[in-house]
């Protein structure tokens, strides 16, 4: 057994493991690091360049962003074979999946919705921020990308029975964005809610 120790190598400052089930997050200093076979790796991160909001209530959370090309082969719809249905989708999918702790509909609904927002990032941390945890593997999110890619398909279409793709994915970047977390539910800056967060914040 090998024993991690929880400090972060760039600040100093005390990590927290709570809902870190893939990864933590330096609450001083933002700096975000993988758990690995041997133990702590930095990984690195971006962060909203847009004007951060402030309040206790801002917490930034993580993402996988996914940018992949997704070739649908086949389809077939209400048993006639008709590949592309819902015509090619030629533009590489810029795809967020939520890699804190959300509840798995939550989770689908956030990626779907993520394809539409776009945010300039920057590599500078927002200063007094309050971050969570890392609980989803990079490997876990690629395969979570594919599956929306295909329910986003299959929205498209109505009555798809089979479908069959090929994906080429670009390395992941990890993302931080951020949201209002009050009373124990996750709002995103127009105020919509993600009521069945499940976030847990060191
Ligand atoms: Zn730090």
Redesign the pocket.
């Known amino acids: 057994m090998k024993l991690v120790p929880l400090v ?1 190598r ?4 005390k990590l927290n493991g709570k809902g870190a089930l893939a990864g933590v997050v ?1 609450p ?4 975000a690091y993988l758990l690995g076979k041997d133990g702590l790796e930095p990984v690195p991160a971006k962060y909203t360049a847009d004007s951060a909001p402030e309040g206790a209530d801002v917490v930034y959370v993580p993402f996988w962003r996914e940018t992949f090309d997704f070739k649908i082969t086949s389809e077939k719809s209400s048993g006639i074979f008709s590949p592309n249905y819902a015509g090619p989708h030629t533009e590489p999918y810029d795809m967020k999946i939520p890699a804190f702790e959300l509840r798995a509909e939550a989770l689908q609904g956030m990626a779907e919705d993520s394809v539409s927002w776009s945010q300039k990032l920057t590599d500078k941390p927002p200063a007094g921020a309050r971050f969570a945890n890392i609980s989803l593997s990079e490997t876990d999110a690629r395969k979570l990308a594919q599956f929306v890619a295909c329910s986003i398909e299959v929205k498209k279409s109505g009555t798809m029975q089979a479908l069959s793709y090929e994906t080429a994915f670009q390395k992941p970047e990890l993302v931080f964005l951020p949201f209002r977390w009050k009373d124990k539910q996750l709002f995103d800056l127009e105020d919509r809610s993600w009521t069945d967060a499940v976030l847990s914040i060191p």
Do not use: A, I, L, V
């Not at 760039?10 to 400052?13: I, Q």
């Not at 001083?28 to 700096?31: A, E």
């Open positions: 972060c760039k600040c100093n400052g330096c001083s200093c933002g700096s």
